[in-house]
């Protein structure tokens, strides 16, 4: 079985400030695919970030950049100098070769305040 | 480049009517998936089709719910007999399938309201 945990349930900083979402999932998969998604107040998913389980390379774009550590299941997403347009839930997802739709963790709701 | 497309977006029905809600996925995606999103959760996988077989049901999608996906291209959702639990925002969301695996991309939703 899949699961995804986002154990943040919502997260409040000042613009500017850097943040951190954690997401830490569980497979039996050898090969799976990791995605960030944002929700903003409009509902539409839109995706972020999709990384291959054979791909341990740390990525960013521009104020974005993950984290992923195979060791510790994580897949960690860090917003650097957040600003108030970031404001909305940030999902984690799995899917694995057995699998191929997404479970998703339980979101985590960012607010960056003025 | 045209994205997917659900419609409608906003559906209020009383208890015990049918709806259905379709989807149009982004061109030449050859993947269909349908999830159901309740408030303050994650969205939960329903059903996906590739071209039109539709390939994995999940246990959510109870004998009310029926989905197809004719010639490969758009697909609808059906719920006979709503109940007050249906309410949710029901997903679509297409892919293309490689080797290097997939990407979801996700229409806008339909926001159901049973009364």
């Known amino acids: 079985a899949q699961k995804v945990t986002q154990a943040q349930t919502e997260i409040s900083v000042v613009e500017k400030e850097d943040v951190t979402l954690d997401c830490v999932y569980e497979t039996r998969d050898t090969t799976y695919y990791l995605f960030w998604y944002k929700q903003p107040p409009s509902g539409e998913l839109v995706f972020l970030i999709r990384?291959?389980?054979?791909?341990?390379q740390n990525e960013i774009s521009g104020r974005y950049s993950w984290n992923f550590q195979k060791s510790t299941s994580s897949f960690n997403f860090t917003i650097t100098a957040s600003q108030v347009v970031d404001s909305a839930v940030y999902f984690c997802?799995?899917?694995?070769?057995?699998?191929?739709?997404?479970?998703f963790g339980s979101g985590t709701r960012l607010q960056v305040q003025p | 480049d045209t994205g997917v497309s659900q419609n409608p977006r906003h559906k209020i029905t009383k208890r015990g009517q049918n709806v259905t809600f379709r989807c149009d996925p982004i061109s030449e995606h050859n993947r269909l998936y349908w999830y159901r999103q309740t408030l303050g959760q994650g969205p939960e996988f329903l059903t996906y089709f590739q071209n039109e077989a539709q390939l994995e049901k999940s246990r959510l999608l109870s004998d009310r719910f029926s989905a197809e996906r004719p010639k490969g291209s758009f697909s609808t959702l059906e719920i006979q007999r709503t109940e007050q639990g249906d309410s949710a925002m029901y997903l679509c969301a297409s892919s293309f399938l490689t080797s290097g695996g997939e990407t979801q991309y996700f229409g806008p939703g339909t926001r159901l309201l049973v009364l």
């Open positions: 997802a799995l899917s694995g070769t057995g699998r191929r739709a997404l479970t």
């Open positions: 990384r291959n389980s054979f791909d341990e």
